[in-house]
């Protein structure tokens, strides 16, 4: 035998759980995680056939920071993450990537380096990468390989 009593309390129950997904609750795009898209993304063809440079934006539309913590490439035997403060340039294990925010990978800043090429980038190729994040899925993108001297017009 049912209680109608108990139909009630269920389903006060349940909408006041569903209640609980309002625009500032977590429900969105700005819920706390990041949201991670690439733009911009190039490589100048190489003037070596040891090392290759790699450029390209990270934007982070979601509420939390992330960091790209590596890289890699079938075109190199290994690509490291590099910064350049006060024009000296060094490897790091990490860069950050800010809610709501942009990392921006330049020439003369921070940027890829793909080192101990297997073949060596043409002009008009693409080069396939996957990049990792500490809080992210992976994300793979075909990097175009631009001229020697190609500069983006348009900035990063």
């Known amino acids: ?13 349940a909408l006041a759980l569903a209640g609980c997904g309002g625009p500032d609750s977590g429900s969105g795009p700005d819920d706390g995680k990041a949201v991670l898209s690439v733009g911009s993304a190039y490589m100048p063809q190489p003037v070596s056939d040891e090392v290759a440079a790699g450029f390209l934006t990270l934007t982070n539309k979601g509420g939390a920071a992330d960091e790209l913590t590596s890289v890699s490439s079938d075109v190199a035997g290994q690509v ?7 024009g000296a340039m060094q490897e790091v294990e990490r860069l950050t990537i800010p809610a709501h925010g942009r990392l921006v990978l ?14 060596k980038p043409r002009q008009g190729q693409t080069v396939s990468v996957e990049l990792r994040f500490a809080h992210s899925a992976p994300v793979t993108v075909e990097i175009p390989v631009k001229p020697a001297t190609y500069t983006p017009h348009s900035g990063h």
């Open 106 to 119: 330049e020439s003369g800043g921070n940027h890829l380096m793909f080192e101990k090429l297997k073949r």
């Open 1 to 13: 035998m049912r209680r109608p009593g108990s139909a009630v309390v269920v389903l006060a129950g």
């Open 80 to 86: 490291t993450v590099h910064e350049t403060v006060g």
